[in-house]
DNA sequence: TCTGACCTGCGA
DNA sequence: TCGCAGGTCAGA
């Protein structure tokens, strides 16, 4: 599921339903998600603690249950669902967490792309880039960040050592919003430039978590329904199709092997 | 920096 | 049947 829009939306609907439970009992499958620790020992590490807060940084989903942080990334089709009967793939579901209330909420990925962790401290995230939903994303910071990078634009959009939450849907529709190519060296855009991206990653992730998220294939939010940000998509998976200020046909290209949308016309 | 691998499901 | 899909990572 996994851009910050899409992770955001689950946590902010995980916290909701489910903030200062008592986690009653876990069910771990062993599958190859699970990172430095066995699914049972996640399961039994688990069983007892209370949800203390929940959390994001980037992609990463983190939750507080007393003295652990159990960690989520969602790979490609991770998604969290609080009633296993709207699940499309109930044969993928890898954990389930009872409340005490007596409310559930499974973990489900059918690729199996998604890693799960159980730390011992909470996470720093030392590795990764600056978060742009964070205070610390400015205009001064971000125009040094790209001043540093001769990488195309939308590859640096998309680093997470870099940028931490934007992937392969916002980063074509954020550059589409201020007109940029995404071939674009980072350092040669001029500094006007520069503000107008910074201020459309802002704008675009924010209006996708208002949507939440955007449900192309497997994302669902926490209730099963699908995020609505698909239907305002301008670029992505448009191929063909007449870019809304021009008409010219919107062009996909691939970089890093990833496919990306854009106006040939309206960004330069 | 690029490519393939990791997985499964879906649509052409 | 094949290619592609909101992501990462190791290895060339």
Redesign the pocket.
């Known amino acids: 599921?996994?851009?910050l829009p899409?992770v955001e939306t689950v946590a902010r609907q995980i916290r909701s339903q489910f903030l200062n439970k008592r986690i009653t009992e876990v069910i771990a499958q062993p599958a190859?998600i699970f990172r430095d620790i066995t699914a049972a020992q996640f399961a039994s590490e688990l069983a007892g603690k209370k949800l203390d807060a929940v959390r994001r940084y980037?992609?990463f989903l983190f939750w507080q249950t007393g003295n652990l942080f159990p960690m989520f990334?969602?790979?490609?089709?991770g998604i969290f669902l609080r009633d296993k009967k709207l699940s499309?793939?109930p044969?993928?579901i890898h954990i389930s967490f009872e409340f005490e209330d007596g409310g559930n909420l499974y973990f489900q990925d059918?690729?199996?792309?998604s890693?799960v962790y159980l730390l011992r401290q909470e996470p720093d995230f030392d590795n990764l880039g600056v978060d742009p939903s964070k205070e610390n994303f400015t205009l001064i910071n971000f125009r040094k960040l790209l001043n540093l990078k001769?990488?195309n634009i939308k590859?640096l959009l998309?680093d997470?050592k870099i940028i931490a939450g934007?992937?392969?849907?916002y980063a074509s529709e954020i550059l589409f919003g201020c007109g940029i190519r995404p071939t674009r060296s980072a350092d040669s855009l001029s500094s006007k430039a520069a503000e107008r991206l910074f201020y459309e990653i802002k704008r675009v992730l924010n209006a996708a978590i208002q949507r939440f998220?955007?449900?192309?294939?497997?994302?669902?939010t926490v209730d099963g329904s699908a995020?609505t940000n698909q239907n305002f998509l301008k670029v992505?998976?448009r191929e063909g199709e007449p870019c809304i200020h021009c008409g010219r046909p919107i062009k996909?290209i691939?970089?890093?092997?990833?496919?990306t949308f854009y106006c040939p016309k309206c960004q330069r």
Not at 73 to 77: E, P
Request: glycine share 10%; charged share 20%; net charge positive.
């Open positions: 599921m996994p851009e899409e190859i980037g992609k990334h969602l790979g490609m089709s499309m793939y044969q993928h059918a690729r199996k792309f890693k001769k990488m590859t998309m997470q934007i992937g392969n849907i998220g955007t449900t192309y294939t497997a994302y669902r995020g992505y998976q996909k691939i970089q890093n092997s990833r496919s």
